[in-house]
């Protein structure tokens, strides 16, 4: 261990130079878990406070043994900062367990913080993605010495976020190229995404990705159902033993949105002082989408938000902000924040608009239609899904690479001209329809196939034609009565389902259209389904499929959309950005 004095530091804060407080450092100190293995920990305390409050950050990206302004910023209000390489994970010893490893070893963290004479026994945590789960599994072993915790962009289960869909799809390209990132072994070069995420079986794209087996990747494969073994390591399903108080930020086009905002609630009817803010964010939020603009209130004042919290429940300073609307999200096409008392919010009318066409609903140059009224002669739509083939990915709530796997907003109008999407447009909005909460898709569907899947994309149509994604979602049919219940289906045999579709919080302004994409793959956001109705995993086959949509008075297919009726312009307001730098734990996962 080594303890030096770092030199003195001129940081910017909310648009002021301040002079940074000197920090006492303690680098790479060695804390034994209950099990005898050390993990590796820097600490940086102010030279001004000789007993204070803490912020403890774990990280599998690699701690900093130079402080910087982000943990500065913190320093200068008096709180120690502790960095921590996770379990096996550079500095630190033993075998890394991604998730489970963090709720044992968190709790010996804080617990040997909380005992130094430099602590007062008042800690937080913060951090984003992986490092906003470390915080999740750590404040679930309720050590008296956390109070507080803000991850940031993490999720809340296993299953749903880092591994497969609310409709039991592989989120193929988040995982391989998270492995190729982060768990290659020294000298390894991998081979471009593209070719990663080609690869079949599924069973070797560890070893195509990173050169090697990946244990817990093998684990995901064996259990492609929500079973026991994701049921054990969920966090959302243990939030009712859950003691610390919780303020979440998440993004509409970060992946982990959806399950943010489902902790969110289930907290919320246990701990009211729980907070989420969301925001028109990719897993980035300081990244900015080229070609979309939010507007100059489209980021907000994270760091402002993380010190009040911090400062109230750890030194009981302030006040807790937003007690009567402790939910904002940032409205997009209005570009404005909304305050909300809950989520999804009470005046929400999930509203349906029905599929029509007269059969030719392929590409955007066909006849499908969105009506508020439902269809009044039968008819269908049909397509080829060749999974050698599928239609791309392009843009939405994916991660984690940029470069290579770009998310977020993006204009559609290249993967609608493929005649296996099916497509179905709005007349144009003659006033603004505000969309806050969950969507779906009811449809009536069939396959010459014995599995496979359907897709649908929620867009927002400008009047110049351009098509830009808001929220999507997948089903594989072997799920349509449920993640724990994997049934075939009868080729030919008409199916109604429910696509879940994502979250979002969208104006459709006058003038614009509302659209629906449906097709049978979203690649590599998620993974093809073969459709020859056998495990994935080893499936080395790709056969096609022929694809029906039924839309009739007998066979409704609509979409639903949370609509907000006679919205209140007053409870919309600016936020400003505040002092909000890059938080270098801030990193994909």
Same mark, same amino acid.
């Given at each position: 261990?080594?303890?030096?004095r770092t030199g003195?530091?001129?940081i910017?804060a909310?648009?002021?130079?301040?002079?940074?407080?000197?920090?006492?450092?303690?680098?790479?100190q060695?804390?034994?878990?209950?099990?005898?293995?050390?993990?590796?920990?820097?600490i940086?305390?102010p030279?001004?406070v000789?007993?204070?409050?803490?912020?403890?950050v774990?990280?599998?990206?690699?701690?900093?043994?130079v402080l910087?302004?982000n943990?500065?910023?913190?320093?200068d209000q008096?709180?120690?900062?502790?960095?921590?390489?996770?379990?096996?994970?550079?500095?630190?010893?033993?075998?890394?367990?991604?998730v489970?490893?963090?709720t044992?070893d968190?709790e010996?963290?804080?617990?040997?913080?909380?005992?130094?004479?430099?602590? *007062?026994?008042?800690i937080?945590?913060?951090g984003?993605?992986y490092?906003?789960m470390?915080q999740?599994?750590?404040?679930?072993?309720n050590s008296?010495?956390?109070?507080?915790?803000?991850?940031?962009?993490?999720g809340?289960?296993?299953?749903?976020d880092?591994?497969y869909?609310?409709?039991g799809?592989?989120k193929?390209?988040?995982?391989?190229?998270?492995i190729?990132?982060?768990?290659?072994?020294t000298?390894f070069t991998?081979?471009?995404?593209? @070719?990663i995420?080609?690869?079949?079986?599924?069973?070797t794209s560890?070893?195509?990705?990173? =050169?090697r087996?990946?244990? %817990?990747y093998?684990?995901?494969?064996?259990?492609p159902?929500y079973?026991t %073994?994701?049921?054990?390591?969920?966090t959302?399903?243990?939030?009712?033993?859950?003691k610390?108080?919780?303020? $979440?930020?998440?993004?509409?086009y *970060?992946?982990?949105?959806q399950?943010?905002?489902a902790? %969110?609630?289930?907290?919320?009817?246990?701990y009211?002082?729980?907070?989420?803010?969301?925001?028109?964010w990719p897993?980035?939020?300081s990244?900015?989408?080229?070609?979309?603009?939010?507007g100059?209130?489209a980021?907000?004042p994270?760091r402002?938000y993380?010190l009040?919290?911090?400062d109230?429940?750890?030194?009981r300073r302030?006040?807790l902000?937003?007690?009567e609307s402790?939910v904002?999200?940032f409205?997009?096409?209005?570009?404005?924040?909304?305050?909300?008392?809950?989520?999804?919010?009470?005046?929400v009318?999930?509203t349906p608009?029905f599929?029509?066409?007269?059969?030719?609903a392929?590409?955007?140059e066909?006849d499908?239609?969105?009506?508020r009224h439902?269809p009044?002669?039968?008819?269908?739509d049909?397509f $080829?899904?060749?999974?050698?083939?599928?239609?791309p @990915?392009?843009?939405g709530?994916?991660?984690?690479?940029?470069?290579?796997?770009?998310?977020?907003?993006?204009?559609?109008q290249?993967?609608?001209r493929?005649k296996d999407?099916?497509?179905? @447009?709005?007349?144009?909005?003659?006033?603004?329809l505000?969309?806050?909460g969950p969507?779906?898709?009811?449809?009536?569907?069939?396959?010459?196939?014995?599995?496979?899947?359907?897709t649908?994309k929620?867009?927002?149509?400008?009047?110049d034609?351009?098509a830009?994604?808001?929220?999507?979602?997948?089903?594989?049919?072997r799920?349509?009565? =449920?993640?724990e219940?994997?049934?075939p289906?009868t080729?030919?045999?008409?199916y109604?389902?429910?696509?879940d579709?994502?979250v979002?919080a969208?104006?459709?302004?006058a003038?614009h259209?509302?659209r629906?994409?449906v097709?049978?793959?979203n690649?590599?956001?998620?993974?093809?389904?073969?459709?020859?109705g056998?495990?994935?995993?080893g499936?080395t086959e790709?056969?096609?499929?022929?694809q029906k949509?039924w839309?009739s008075?007998?066979r409704?297919?609509?979409l639903?959309l949370?609509? $907000?009726?006679?919205?209140?312009?007053?409870?919309?307001y600016?936020v400003?950005?505040?002092?909000l730098?890059?938080?270098?734990?801030?990193?994909?996962?």
């Amino acid at each position: 261990m080594a303890s030096i004095r770092t030199g003195a530091l001129v940081i910017f804060a909310a648009g002021f130079c301040v002079a940074a407080i000197q920090p006492f450092a303690s680098l790479h100190q060695r804390i034994s878990m209950r099990d005898g293995v050390r993990l590796c920990t820097n600490i940086f305390r102010p030279s001004n406070v000789a007993r204070g409050p803490v912020i403890l950050v774990r990280t599998p990206y690699g701690k900093q043994s130079v402080l910087t302004a982000n943990y500065q910023f913190f320093v200068d209000q008096g709180y120690a900062v502790v960095l921590q390489d996770v379990r096996g994970r550079y500095d630190s010893e033993g075998f890394f367990t991604p998730v489970s490893q963090e709720t044992a070893d968190g709790e010996d963290t804080l617990n040997w913080v909380g005992r130094q004479p430099w602590c *007062d026994g008042n800690i937080g945590m913060m951090g984003g993605s992986y490092v906003g789960m470390t915080q999740w599994r750590a404040a679930l072993g309720n050590s008296p010495y956390l109070k507080a915790i803000f991850p940031v962009m993490a999720g809340s289960d296993d299953y749903l976020d880092r591994y497969y869909s609310p409709g039991g799809a592989l989120k193929l390209g988040h995982r391989l190229e998270w492995i190729a990132e982060n768990m290659k072994p020294t000298g390894f070069t991998p081979p471009p995404f593209r @070719t990663i995420v080609d690869h079949l079986p599924l069973r070797t794209s560890d070893v195509a990705a990173a =050169g090697r087996i990946v244990d %817990y990747y093998q684990q995901a494969l064996n259990h492609p159902t929500y079973d026991t %073994y994701w049921k054990e390591r969920s966090t959302y399903r243990s939030l009712g033993r859950l003691k610390t108080p919780v303020f $979440i930020v998440a993004g509409w086009y *970060d992946n982990y949105a959806q399950s943010d905002l489902a902790a %969110y609630s289930k907290l919320r009817e246990k701990y009211p002082s729980s907070r989420i803010v969301i925001g028109p964010w990719p897993h980035n939020m300081s990244m900015r989408f080229p070609g979309t603009d939010f507007g100059p209130d489209a980021m907000a004042p994270i760091r402002t938000y993380q010190l009040r919290w911090f400062d109230y429940w750890l030194r009981r300073r302030g006040a807790l902000e937003w007690s009567e609307s402790p939910v904002q999200v940032f409205v997009m096409g209005e570009n404005r924040w909304r305050r909300l008392q809950k989520w999804p919010p009470d005046t929400v009318e999930m509203t349906p608009f029905f599929l029509d066409s007269g059969g030719r609903a392929n590409t955007l140059e066909g006849d499908g239609r969105l009506h508020r009224h439902a269809p009044r002669a039968a008819e269908d739509d049909d397509f $080829i899904y060749d999974p050698r083939d599928p239609v791309p @990915t392009r843009g939405g709530a994916v991660c984690c690479n940029d470069v290579v796997f770009p998310w977020g907003p993006m204009n559609q109008q290249a993967v609608e001209r493929r005649k296996d999407v099916l497509v179905y @447009t709005s007349r144009p909005l003659k006033k603004d329809l505000e969309v806050i909460g969950p969507v779906r898709a009811i449809l009536y569907v069939s396959s010459s196939a014995p599995d496979t899947d359907f897709t649908a994309k929620l867009v927002d149509v400008f009047p110049d034609g351009e098509a830009r994604n808001l929220t999507d979602g997948i089903l594989r049919l072997r799920y349509r009565n =449920g993640l724990e219940l994997p049934e075939p289906i009868t080729p030919g045999k008409v199916y109604p389902v429910t696509i879940d579709v994502g979250v979002t919080a969208n104006v459709f302004e006058a003038g614009h259209r509302i659209r629906l994409e449906v097709s049978s793959s979203n690649f590599p956001r998620f993974d093809r389904n073969p459709n020859t109705g056998r495990a994935t995993a080893g499936e080395t086959e790709l056969r096609t499929a022929r694809q029906k949509l039924w839309h009739s008075p007998q066979r409704p297919s609509h979409l639903l959309l949370p609509v $907000i009726p006679n919205a209140n312009p007053k409870l919309t307001y600016p936020v400003r950005a505040g002092y909000l730098g890059k938080d270098p734990h801030f990193k994909a996962r």
